[in-house]
């Protein structure tokens, strides 16, 4: 009877140390599920982590390319400014230049003119400077053409007025009845 109580609480001990051992197992195994858990939460966190760095990294990119294509239309509107102020310059320059060919002219015309014809060339040359100056605002363009044709025109005039001279010149010396 003793041996059978004794093998009896042989085998409750058995039967306890095997639940113990499965108990641990079963612990274990929860221990490695919430590992694995954890480990899979930490993974989806740093794949986060990467698609929130591409995201600003693409925000980064998109910054800069605005940045870049402001600059370049910075520089083209800078550029074309200094087209306008070289483009304005070589237009006054050319103004200076005309001003100084009809200043040379004018000095050749006195030159070659009495001081009468002088004085007359004076005036209509002051009349043909303004005439000029009001022609040049609104005839930029044609500028070169219509000085041509004021050389031609002055040049019929100082024949005309040459003529004028020696049929003056002519009377005064016809004798007087």
Do not use: N, S, V
């Not at 929130?52 to 980064?60: F, N, S």
């Not at 304005?88 to 003119?113: A, G, H, K, L, M």
Request: glycine share 0%.
């Amino acid at each position: 009877e003793r041996e059978r109580e004794t093998e009896k609480e042989r085998e409750t001990e058995k039967e306890r140390e095997r639940e113990t051992e499965r108990e641990t197992e079963r612990q274990t195994e929860r221990e490695r599920d919430r590992e694995r858990q954890r480990e899979r939460q930490r993974e989806r966190d740093r794949q986060r982590e990467r698609q929130t760095e591409r995201q600003r990294e693409k925000d980064r990119e998109r910054e800069r390319q605005r940045e870049r294509e402001t600059e370049r239309l910075t520089e083209r509107e800078r550029q074309r400014e200094r087209q306008r102020e070289r483009e304005t310059e070589r237009e006054r320059e050319r103004d200076r230049e005309r001003d100084r060919e009809r200043d040379r002219e004018r000095d050749r015309d006195r030159e070659r003119q009495g001081e009468r014809e002088t004085e007359r060339e004076t005036e209509r040359d002051r009349e043909r400077q303004r005439k000029t100056e009001r022609e040049t605002e609104r005839e930029t363009e044609r500028e070169t053409d219509r000085e041509t044709d004021r050389e031609t025109e002055t040049e019929r005039e100082r024949q005309r007025e040459r003529e004028k001279d020696r049929e003056r010149e002519t009377e005064r010396e016809r004798p007087r009845d």
